[in-house]
Nanobody, 120 residues
C-alpha cells in the first residue's frame, strides 16, 4: 500500500496551496484519509480527515474555515485545499489512511511528507 503526497511549496501569507494524496483504489474505497502536519521538534498533529463518501470533513480548530479536504474517488486522490495561509501553517504535511471504523493507530498507512512554508 502506498500513499503519495505532493503539492507543497513556499508561499506568502494569505496565499493558497493545494496538497494531493494519491493512493490505491483499495485505500480510497474503504479507508478514512487524513492530513497531519509536523513542525521540527514538535509532535505530529491532526489537520483534517475525510471519510470514504467524501461528504463530510473533520478539521482541527486551527484550520477550520480556511482548509477544505475533499476526495476524488475516480482518481483515488484526496486533496487539502489550504487558503489564507499563515506562517504558523508552516510544517511538513503527511497524508495518512486508516480503516473505516477504527481509530488512528501505529498500523496506519502514511505517505511521505511534503513541505509547506509560509513566509514573506
Amino acid at each position: 500500500v502506498q500513499l503519495q503526497a505532493s503539492g507543497g511549496g513556499l508561499v506568502q501569507p494569505g496565499d493558497s496551496l493545494r496538497l494531493s494524496c494519491a493512493g490505491s483504489e483499495r485505500i480510497f474505497s474503504s479507508y478514512v484519509v487524513g492530513w497531519f502536519r509536523q513542525v521540527a521538534g514538535k509532535a505530529r498533529e491532526f489537520v483534517a480527515s475525510v471519510g470514504w463518501s467524501g461528504d463530510r470533513g473533520i478539521y482541527a480548530d486551527s484550520v477550520k474555515g480556511r482548509f477544505t479536504i475533499s476526495r476524488d474517488s475516480a482518481k483515488n486522490t484526496v486533496y487539502l485545499q489550504m487558503n489564507r495561509l499563515k506562517p504558523e501553517d508552516t510544517a511538513v504535511y503527511y497524508c495518512r489512511a486508516r480503516p473505516i471504523g477504527q481509530n488512528w493507530t501505529s498500523s496506519d498507512y502514511w505517505g511521505q511528507g511534503t513541505q509547506v512554508t509560509v513566509s514573506s
